[in-house]
């Protein structure tokens, strides 16, 4: 018998809720196969089989929480061993003889049935929400057709089948959430299994493991085989004699989604909190009781692991019911996600919020003669893309403002490449791809990039590594009609550049009024490391530059 747990979900991501089961007891199941669709606070993922053979239980449920190293299934090889059984009772009645000449039929049987697994969805992510299933039980695919629609906090992918065959169990449906690895279902293939001799080697002990698989969550048996790529850890430790301590600062919190949530809606640092459970896991019940200490007086057991203020519970919210009809929506995983993230940089980073103003009537002139050499480069070069340019510029200047703070170390870290980030607003919500390494970059292959980007994000086409890197951000609502706005930094950089609508204003020159194109711009900070009168030099600085791009061009130079 074989076990199958849940892989490494993701740096700091520690629990993820199955949004479909792809597969079911008593499908035969290949290495790699898809069996579940898992949806963490960042990603919605796949996750693979590890091994080969026939279902005998699944351990987990639609809807249910689950963590790294936790059972999923358990796999039998008792259906092939049947039909394998008759040509290899010949040489010897002893069972080792006949285990062995099996061998060869086993992985002829268990190739016949494979499983469509989730592949890795990219760096950080780590489960995604299906939005659409593009196949049914029963159709015939061939490899890389395209199997669901995934959706994870930042990008929409699809999901190519990596096999050919007929499609004979889809364990997911719409909404569920899956990760890497995950079985999503199976496929009657022809193609050779991979690896099916090691799936054997395990048949020698099936008794002492069978009864306890379906009743167990998580593996505790030494003997218990460990999947690829699924690490366990506090499986070589000893089980804790009574209440276990807060977790040290920087290590995984043992806390299921679900409780991370509960804690971040009463403002409560899930480092601080004491685990009653096993191996000091935190219930909800645990972070209650920290809430009702510290609102006793009590003193919390850790320092805030962000260095910033204590965290505040909130009240419950009243029944708006009582007052009227309501509707209730439930948040979309880039509305989940955006909200934990200015969550966070709102609690944590000291904000300050600075303006000015840049004269582009100049800037505009020579944004618009260069039409015909873009049109050529298939581009519009767009007031945001020489903006990219001249803020990769600025970060050289003042590399303050390209830098992160470290409060656990008390380091200041600074960053040697020049990554942009520009916020987009799409159906979904606001995300932000990443133009890297813009200041190698000219105004031609920014204005290429940061058009394809920005297209991808609205057609929910973008990947996760084009939303991750970013040392700088630049959100430029003035093709909304605004002026001037406060945009809260995007944790862990310390700035954000705002940029409003330029409009036609009369300016005092030479004597007299004339017509110029005034633009609003903003620069909101992290007080903690810029001053106020770095931000003003910086803003500035953008401002001239919009001023006289002539200027700015000659200060461009190679990294």
């Known amino acids: 018998m074989t076990e199958v747990h849940v892989p490494k979900l993701g740096d700091g991501v520690d629990g993820a809720e199955i949004l479909s089961i792809l597969v079911q007891v008593g499908d035969s199941i290949s290495e790699g196969q898809s069996l579940l669709e898992l949806e963490s606070d960042k990603a919605t993922v796949e996750v693979p089989s590890t091994a080969s053979g026939v279902i005998e239980s699944l351990a987990v449920a639609e809807g249910d929480t689950v963590s790294e190293g936790q059972l999923i299934l358990t796999l039998s090889s008792e259906g092939t061993e049947a039909k394998a059984k008759p040509p290899a009772e010949e040489p010897s009645a002893k069972e080792e003889p006949s285990a062995k000449e099996e061998t060869p039929a086993e992985a002829k049987t268990e190739a016949s049935s494979q499983n469509l697994v989730v592949p890795k969805l990219g760096d950080g992510v780590d489960s995604a929400e299906i939005l659409n299933i593009l196949v049914q039980v029963g159709d015939t695919l061939s490899k890389g057709d395209t199997l669901l629609e995934l959706e994870s906090d930042k990008a929409t992918v699809e999901i190519p089948a990596e096999l050919s065959g007929t499609l004979t169990e889809l364990t997911v449906s719409v909404g569920d959430s899956v990760s890497p690895g995950q079985v999503i279902g199976q496929v009657s293939s022809t193609e050779t299994a991979a690896k099916p001799a090691p799936a054997k080697t395990e048949a020698k002990a099936p008794e002492a493991k069978a009864p306890e698989a379906k009743a167990e969550s998580k593996p505790t048996a030494p003997a218990a085989p460990t999947p690829q790529g699924v690490t366990e850890p506090q499986e070589s430790q000893p089980l804790p004699t009574g209440k276990a301590e807060a977790p040290s600062l920087g290590n995984p919190v043992p806390a299921a989604p679900s409780v991370r949530r ?169 995300l932000v791809p990443v133009l890297p390494d813009v200041s190698r970059k000219g105004f031609i292959e920014l204005s290429v990039e940061l058009n394809e980007l920005a297209k991808k994000a609205r057609d929910r086409k973008i990947s996760a ?83 006289s791009p002539l200027t700015m061009m000659m200060e461009s130079e190679n990294p």
């Open 262 to 430: 509960f804690a971040r809606e009463l403002g409560v640092n899930i480092q601080e909190v004491s685990g009653s459970g096993p191996r000091g896991r935190i219930s909800e019940a645990d972070v209650k009781a920290h809430v009702k200490a510290r609102m006793q007086g009590g003193s919390s057991s850790a320092p805030a692991a962000s260095g910033g203020p204590a965290p505040s519970t909130l009240p419950p919210l009243p029944d708006f019911s009582r007052f009227g009809d309501i509707e209730v929506e439930k948040m979309n995983a880039v509305r989940r996600a955006t909200v934990q993230q200015m969550s966070i940089s709102w609690q944590n980073i000291p904000h300050v919020t600075q303006f000015d103003q840049a004269d582009i009537t100049e800037l505009e002139a020579f944004r618009k003669g260069q039409s015909k050499v873009m049109d050529k480069a298939g581009a519009k070069l767009t007031v945001t893309a020489i903006l990219v340019k001249i803020c990769a510029l600025a970060l050289k200047k003042f590399p303050q403002f390209n830098a992160s703070i470290d409060a656990q170390k008390q380091e200041i870290i600074y960053k040697k490449y020049y990554n942009i980030g520009v916020a987009v607003d799409t159906p979904r919500g606001l």
């Open 465 to 547: 590594e084009d939303l991750q890197g970013g040392t700088f951000t630049i959100s430029n609502l003035g093709g909304l009609g605004t002026t001037y706005f406060t945009p809260i930094v995007n944790w862990p950089q310390v700035a954000i550049l705002g940029v409003g609508r330029a409009s036609q204003q009369p300016v005092w020159q030479d004597g007299a009024f004339v017509p110029r194109m005034i633009m609003p711009l903003a620069i909101s900070y992290d007080h903690r490391l810029i001053d106020g009168a770095d931000a003003a030099r910086f803003l500035r600085w953008i401002a001239q530059a919009l001023e």
